[in-house]
């Protein structure tokens, strides 16, 4: 605290006055600089609290390499998406999805060719050709298996949606997904091969067959004449036969 000092001039003469110093305030003196006993609650309290925190700072770490590495997926979709298309088929999504399983090949090429260089003493780029590799067998699984997550480009409004996505990783959430497998390529030509036969089966029983008349027996053919003399005969009662008889 700070003691001022008034000084006071009467008659001629100086006189010093020194003030009283303000009282501190009522309470219990606070001590910060008290050390923490490593056992106590309060320290077990921190220890939580800093986990905690710990905790929140790797989610959120997490949750933005997670978006970030959708918004790549999605940016590789987008740009090979066809202008004029206004929707695509299953058959087409799955080869889309084929040549993304192959999106790492030149790089791969790449650090085989550096690699195969003499001269040069461990391998070069390991960790990154071994996190490709990977990726690669853990979206291969997924396509074999129950499906990849791609964008919804077989829903002609969804498309409109993805189409219009200008890479903002917030809004993500606004873009539908759907899972693509490879069993919905072999499902798909199944099914088409299926309808064309039914087709082609409907076509053939449709068309009536033609008897021509010159294919029948002798027997079978009537001419005018054997009806005439059919009608001129004389019909036989049972009486005539008793009589004969």
Known sequence: HVCTIQFIYTEGTKHKTKLAMPKAPKGKATRENKAIHPYSRKAAQLTRDAHKQEKKEKQKTEKALRLHLIGEKFLWFQNQL??????????????????YL???????????????IKGRQGRQHNSRENVIKQTIERETLLYQGYGLEIPDIINSKNLKIFREWNGDLKKLPHIKTRKISIKDLTCTKETKSE??????????SSVPEEKDEEFLPDSLLLDDNDEEEEESLPSSSAEDVLEDS
């Open 102 to 116: 192959h999106r790492f090949d030149s790089e791969l090429e790449q650090i085989a060719l550096l690699n195969s």
């Open 82 to 99: 066809d202008s004029n298309k206004k929707e695509y088929s299953k058959i087409e999504a799955c080869y889309i999805i084929e040549r």
């Open 195 to 204: 309808s064309q036969q039914d087709e082609q089966m409907h076509e053939s």
